[in-house]
């Protein structure tokens, strides 16, 4: 008989050897696991450890509920009354830039329509007068770093 056909019929004599393709030894029952494949635990599972219930004191639990609501309260009022004053702040700052906007935009605006009246007049005069003698005067001032030279215009009356 081949060694084969000893391991499909098994190592003894009659068929109550190991099965076919099974290990030739055996191992100690202690040390083999209890679970089947990929971990699944099925086989002499233990029942559900049981819960252990306590017990609670529902009025300490409400009030160390009710102390942090309050902190939580006061934090919140302290922020809005931050944001309160930070939006106020800002308004003020924006109110007085807005101010100072319009009115340095209104003293422009009146600068630059007495300027074009001047000028107005100056043609009108040009216009009725021509100018026969332009001379130029040799003073000068500096006004604010800006050097202000002043023409003399004589018209014929």
């Known amino acids: 008989m081949s060694r084969f056909d000893r391991r499909l019929r098994g190592v003894a004599a ?3 050897g190991p099965r076919p393709g099974t290990a030739a030894c055996s191992l100690p029952a202690s040390s083999t696991p209890n679970s089947a494949l990929l971990g699944g635990n099925f086989i ?3 029942p559900a450890p049981v819960s252990r219930q306590r017990q ?3 009025v300490a639990m409400l009030q160390t509920h009710e102390q942090k609501i ?3 309260e006061l934090k919140l009022s302290g922020v ?3 944001m309160n004053i930070n939006i106020s702040r800002q308004d003020s700052q924006t109110e007085q830039l807005q101010k100072q906007f ?3 935009n ?3 605006h009146t600068q630059i329509q007495a300027l074009k009246d001047y ?3 100056l043609e009108q005069k040009l216009m009725k007068n021509p100018v026969k003698k332009v001379t130029q005067d040799n003073s000068t001032q500096t006004v604010g770093g800006v050097k202000n030279i002043s023409l003399v215009i004589t018209e014929d009356n």
């Open 70 to 72: 309050k902190k939580l």
């Open 14 to 16: 009659g068929n109550d």
């Open 119 to 121: 000028i107005q007049v």
């Open 56 to 58: 609670i004191n529902g």
């Open 80 to 82: 809005e009354l931050g």
């Open 102 to 104: 319009n009115m340095l």
């Open 44 to 46: 002499n599972r233990s």
């Open 106 to 108: 209104s003293e422009y």
